[in-house]
C-alpha cells in the first residue's frame, strides 16, 4: 500500500490514533520496530512542540501516531485499545 493511500485512509477514518509496530521495552529509550530495525529518533518523525518526545520512560513502550499530536510519533502505554498500521 502507497503513502497517500494510508494517509488517505487515516484522514477519512473515524479511529483518530494508532499504534505502530515499534517499542522500547527490551531497553529503555532504545525504540526498535517489530522486525528489530532501529526507529529514527527525533524531527521530523517524533513529536518535539510543548515537550519532546518519547517522554514516558518504563510506563510508556509503544509507539503511536495521534491526530492530536499531528500524527508525530509519541510513545504512550501498551494497554490502551487503538487501531493498528502494519505492513505486509
Known sequence: MG???IVF???ESTAKDYWLGATDEEVEGSWKWL???AVTM???LWHNCSH???DGGSSQNSLLIDESY???FI???CS???RGICEH
Do not use: K, R
Request: proline fraction near 8%; aromatic fraction near 8%; charged fraction near 20%.
Open 3 to 5: 503513502l497517500n493511500i
Open 9 to 11: 485512509l487515516i484522514l
Open 35 to 37: 522486525d528489530g530495525s
Open 42 to 44: 527525533g524531527m521530523p
Open 52 to 54: 519532546s518526545d518519547p
Open 70 to 72: 499531528s500524527y508525530y
Open 75 to 77: 510513545d504512550n502505554d
Open 80 to 82: 490502551a485499545e487503538l
